[in-house]
């Protein structure tokens, strides 16, 4: 395969999709089809998901996206597609957290707390 079939995506998933199960199974489904990456739960209640592989196989897993795991209720997958890294081996389920670039608020706070 040339690097020009490879693609990196990042998906920020909304609905009913902690608690279900849902980073699990996508775990499940993006091994099956080859592609390699990770997903965390966000604290907004949002899962995110970052693949990369092979173009069409994408394709496939931001489909499945739409229907994840048996007990979620998926309202909207967006998706930003970038350049190819090569950084990712595999495919892990991260841990939660906040991150500041998606939640300036959070990170004002954290600016402003006393020092421990």
């Given at each position: 395969m040339s690097i020009r079939e490879h693609r990196r995506a990042e998906a920020?998933?909304?609905?009913?999709?902690?608690?279900?199960?849902?980073?699990?199974?996508?775990?499940?489904?993006?091994?099956?089809?080859?592609?390699?990456?990770?997903?965390?739960?966000?604290?907004?209640?949002?899962?995110?998901?970052?693949?990369?592989?092979?173009?069409?196989?994408?394709?496939?897993?931001?489909?499945?996206?739409?229907?994840?795991?048996?007990?979620?209720?998926?309202?909207?997958?967006?998706?930003?597609?970038?350049?190819?890294?090569?950084?990712?081996?595999?495919?892990?389920?991260?841990?939660?957290?906040?991150?500041?670039?998606?939640?300036?608020?959070?990170?004002?706070?954290?600016?402003?707390?006393?020092?421990?």
């Open positions: 920020l998933i909304s609905g009913r999709v902690q608690g279900v199960y849902y980073r699990s199974y996508t775990q499940d489904a993006a091994l099956a089809l080859g592609l390699s990456g990770w997903t965390r739960n966000l604290y907004d209640g949002r899962v995110q998901l970052v693949i990369e592989g092979e173009e069409g196989q994408i394709a496939r897993l931001l489909k499945w996206c739409w229907t994840g795991s048996p007990s979620a209720r998926v309202d909207d997958v967006a998706v930003r597609f970038h350049p190819p890294t090569g950084e990712e081996r595999g495919f892990e389920i991260r841990a939660s957290t906040a991150d500041p670039s998606l939640f300036p608020s959070v990170a004002r706070l954290d600016e402003t707390a006393p020092p421990a």
